[in-house]
């Protein structure tokens, strides 16, 4: 009987990783599917769990944030494979804060924190951040209701040595970028923002109130100060039969006129 190396058996990760084990498998993944076709099948999840050395509950947990990303689907029955890759297609865009634009529309919203802490940057969230692969960032999840209604789920990312003690600030009652401009001086003064229709994950419908695979607006957004410095990055889930996305379209001026 041969027995595969001990070496070969665990998840290949950065020396000194604090990441969980699941963070480390998903940024393991994340780099073969960069050299993979689209529609190709991955492994399954028992040959992942025997080439790495972990849990199916650690493999499961990898693939799903992968497949809420957008880098892989499942078929039910047949596996998981590598999705299509997507177009990005730039737009011109007010920027405006969430309840900024729903006070601006006459509309109520509340806010239940779901989550809000301290935790080691995943390769996402760092190279979004320009932050090292590890480091502390704040994570606040929150899930919002527009006119009592479920509305989005917002995961936002700030870098900790930039907005310490984020993780403390009450904010079921006001917007993030309202505390980062008046306690930490900090003035958001552009961003990336990308959209893409997903299907609901099942944690995500339970929340929203929507059956699960219910069509979503996955949204990406990176915002920076004035000297180009990234200072936040979040992910939106947002329910697809309860939201439009408006773009402001600018004409191109012509000699600098």
């Given at each position: 009987?041969?027995?595969?190396?001990?070496?070969?058996?665990?998840?290949?990760?950065?020396?000194?990783?604090?990441?969980?084990?699941?963070?480390?498998?998903?940024?393991?993944?994340?780099?073969?599917?960069?050299?993979?076709?689209?529609?190709?099948?991955?492994?399954?999840?028992?040959?992942?769990?025997?080439?790495?050395?972990?849990?199916?509950?650690?493999?499961?947990?990898?693939?799903?944030?992968?497949?809420?990303?957008?880098?892989?689907?499942?078929?039910?029955?047949?596996?998981?494979?590598?999705?299509?890759?997507?177009?990005?297609?730039?737009?011109?865009?007010?920027?405006?804060?969430?309840?900024?634009?729903?006070?601006?529309r006459g509309l109520a919203v509340k806010v239940r924190v779901l989550e809000q802490k301290i935790v080691p940057a995943d390769?996402?969230?760092?190279?979004?951040?320009?932050?090292?692969?590890?480091?502390?960032?704040?994570?606040?999840?929150?899930?919002?209701?527009?006119?009592?209604?479920?509305?989005?789920?917002?995961?936002?990312?700030?870098?900790?040595?930039?907005?310490?003690?984020?993780?403390?600030?009450?904010?079921?009652?006001?917007?993030?970028?309202?505390?980062?401009?008046?306690?930490?001086?900090?003035?958001?003064?552009?961003?990336?923002?990308?959209?893409?229709?997903?299907?609901?994950?099942?944690?995500?419908?339970?929340?929203?109130?929507?059956?699960?695979?219910?069509?979503?607006?996955?949204?990406?957004?990176?915002?920076?100060?004035?000297?180009?410095?990234?200072?936040e990055h979040s992910v939106i889930q947002r329910r697809g039969d309860r939201a439009q996305v408006e773009i402001a379209v600018v004409t191109e001026k012509a000699g600098g006129v």
């Amino acid at each position: 009987m041969t027995t595969r190396p001990a070496s070969s058996r665990r998840v290949s990760t950065p020396k000194g990783s604090t990441l969980p084990k699941y963070s480390q498998l998903r940024e393991v993944l994340r780099k073969q599917i960069e050299t993979m076709s689209a529609d190709q099948p991955i492994p399954s999840e028992y040959e992942l769990c025997d080439k790495y050395d972990v849990s199916r509950i650690t493999v499961r947990k990898a693939l799903n944030d992968l497949i809420h990303e957008g880098l892989l689907y499942s078929q039910q029955g047949k596996g998981t494979f590598v999705a299509p890759r997507k177009f990005r297609i730039e737009w011109a865009q007010e920027m405006a804060g969430f309840h900024a634009d729903m006070a601006r529309r006459g509309l109520a919203v509340k806010v239940r924190v779901l989550e809000q802490k301290i935790v080691p940057a995943d390769q996402r969230v760092a190279d979004e951040l320009s932050v090292t692969l590890g480091d502390p960032v704040v994570k606040i999840v929150r899930l919002r209701f527009v006119e009592e209604k479920p509305f989005d789920i917002a995961t936002n990312y700030t870098p900790w040595v930039v907005f310490p003690g984020l993780e403390k600030e009450d904010l079921a009652r006001g917007s993030i970028y309202t505390v980062i401009r008046t306690r930490y001086g900090v003035q958001i003064d552009h961003g990336v923002r990308v959209v893409e229709a997903v299907p609901c994950p099942s944690d995500a419908a339970k929340l929203l109130r929507v059956k699960a695979g219910a069509p979503l607006l996955l949204i990406h957004n990176t915002m920076y100060d004035a000297a180009h410095r990234p200072v936040e990055h979040s992910v939106i889930q947002r329910r697809g039969d309860r939201a439009q996305v408006e773009i402001a379209v600018v004409t191109e001026k012509a000699g600098g006129v």
